[in-house]
Structure formats: C-alpha cells, structure tokens
C-alpha cells in the first residue's frame, strides 16, 4: 500500500498536458456541469476535505487509507498515511515521515500537479468528455461524467461523480490500462476556514534530521 500512495502522491494522479493528435470530443451539458463546479471551487478562499483513497485491480477496490487535504488558490497541502505534499506556490515538498526523506523539487510546466480535482482543468485539453447520466454516491444522485484521454498516457478512462446542486465533487475513479483503479471518495467539505498563516510552508528546521533532496 505505501508503494501505491508514493505514486499517487508523486505523479500517478499527474495529468501531463499532451498535443492533441484527433479531434477533442467534450459534451455540452458535461462541460457546463464540470465548469460550473471549477468556478465555485475558485470562488473560495480555501478549501479542506477529508477522502478515502483506494485503489485495487480488475475494478474492485481491495485497500482503503484516509487522507486530508487543504488549499488555497494555487496552494496547497496533502496528507496520506506516512506521507505528506506541500505545495507553497513555488516548489513541492513530498514528505516522508517513516523513510524520514523530503524530495523538493519545481512543479514541471508541462503538467498539473496533484490534486482530487485537478481533472476540472485538464479535461480542456487533454480529454474526450461525455455525460453519463445519474448514479448514486453517499446517497446523493450524482451526474456522472466519464473522461477518456485524446491520446495515451496510461489511462483508459476517468470516473468522475458530481454533486450539480452543490458544485462539488463527491469521487473520482482513475482507470488504468494495466486493469489498476484507484479511487478518491471525498467525505467531509468545508470552506472558507481560518487556517494557519503557515499552513503551506515548509519550515526545514522540523525536518533538521531527516534527507532532503532537491531535484
């Protein structure tokens, strides 16, 4: 399991932007529904949430870990197991707290970096977007939006399930060609909160043992 949650939170949720080689296909009602969604997130001051990553194989789901995640604007912060991402704007700190090892290094400009609902904006270039109709998540009848990538890049297909009335995402289903999945279930939202001026720094002097890597 820390295997799978090192390459989450190193890339495997990481959408290179890609040229398009074919004709981009986005359905009308899909987009309004995932733009009306990426301006409300936009329209916070900050956003936390609490979520169930999983991941498996053939499907199915096999492992469970919980996981926080703050941000704010172009900011932000994660927490997974013995793992913890800070993005201060500038550069990404990957920590880890049981190899006690940090990797810092620039968010390459040919890509998004980590986030739940990072597909929100990168499906504008990089995805084929159609509307899949209605299917029931928590209880909540959520829209259903299915994401295929215009060119390869490892993934067969993207899930995404939206809550149209709130404009917020409830889950994400990430599909790979190897017959992997791994599953994001957002649990607990909230917004606008007072956080820590801190929150999205990170202070070497907590990590004085521990090995730092710049690349």
């Not at 810092?104 to 990168?122: E, Q, R, W």
Request: glycine share 6%.
């Amino acid at each position: 399991m820390k295997k799978l949650v090192s390459k989450i939170v190193l890339g495997a949720f990481v959408v290179g932007s890609m040229s398009l080689v074919q004709a981009q296909k986005i359905d009308a009602k899909a987009k309004k529904i995932l733009d009306d969604i990426t301006a409300n997130y936009n329209s916070k001051k900050n956003s936390y949430f609490k979520f169930a990553f999983g991941s498996g194989m053939n499907g199915a789901v096999s492992k469970t870990e919980p996981g926080i995640y703050y941000s704010a604007g172009d900011k932000y912060k994660l927490k997974i197991m013995e793992t913890e991402q800070i993005f201060d704007g500038n550069k990404i700190y990957n920590i880890n707290t049981e190899d006690m090892e940090v990797t810092v290094a620039k968010p390459n400009g040919s890509s998004t970096m980590f986030s739940p609902i990072n597909y929100l904006t990168s499906y504008r270039k990089d995805y084929n977007v159609a509307y899949s109709g209605k299917k029931t998540v928590d209880g909540v009848n959520a829209d259903l939006i299915k994401l295929t990538p215009v060119k390869a890049n490892g993934l067969k297909y993207i899930y995404l399930y939206v809550d149209s009335a709130k404009k917020q995402m409830l889950k994400l289903e990430q599909h790979g060609n190897n017959k992997d999945i791994s599953v994001i279930s957002i649990k607990e939202y909230k917004e606008n909160q007072q956080l820590d001026p801190n929150m999205f720094v990170f202070d070497k002097s907590k990590f004085k043992n521990y090995l730092v890597t710049e690349l």
